[in-house]
């Protein structure tokens, strides 16, 4: 399954922009549900690993291991890195993120770009519904964290 969102910082930086790309934007991005609780945060660069625990109530702790598995930029134009899932909660076979900051005139367009597969089609349809608008929301959420910061 895929979808795209992109979110539209206005009067920004793309430089600046991804320096933002830290674990307090992770944290501030992470939705309502699942809980999260950050494990491990290296960075957004080539080889950086992110790893959480997500808290699903009547289930075990789900750990969600991602590698930075690609980044490229080019400088006051384009910032751009791929996470893939190495270690997946139960619902997950396949995960695969682009990220994508890009300088649009004088805003900032990022693109968040995902690819995921489900062991199975039913819970894949679950699964879109419930990510679509954790990741919606984030077109709120980049706006107000890089205004304020």
């Not at 930075?68 to 134009?77: F, K, N, V, Y």
């Not at 990022?110 to 819970?123: C, G, L, R, S, V």
């Amino acid at each position: 399954m895929h979808f795209t969102i992109q979110s539209r910082i206005q009067e920004a930086n793309a430089d600046l922009v991804f320096e933002g790309f830290t674990e307090d934007l992770f944290t501030w991005l992470s939705p309502a549900f699942p809980k999260m609780r950050v494990l491990r945060f290296d960075g957004c660069k080539r080889g950086d690993f992110v790893s959480v625990s997500l808290f699903i109530p009547g289930l075990p702790a789900q750990t969600w291991l991602s590698e930075i598995t690609a980044q490229r930029s080019e400088p006051g134009q384009l910032h751009e890195f791929i996470d893939e899932g190495r270690t997946l909660p139960f619902f997950l076979k396949q995960w695969k993120h682009v990220h994508r900051i890009e300088q649009k005139g004088n805003d900032v367009e990022i693109t968040d770009a995902i690819d995921f597969k489900t062991p199975w089609y039913f819970p894949g349809i679950v699964g879109l519904c419930l990510l679509y608008p954790s990741f919606y929301s984030r077109k709120r959420k980049y706006v107000s964290y890089f205004k304020k910061n």
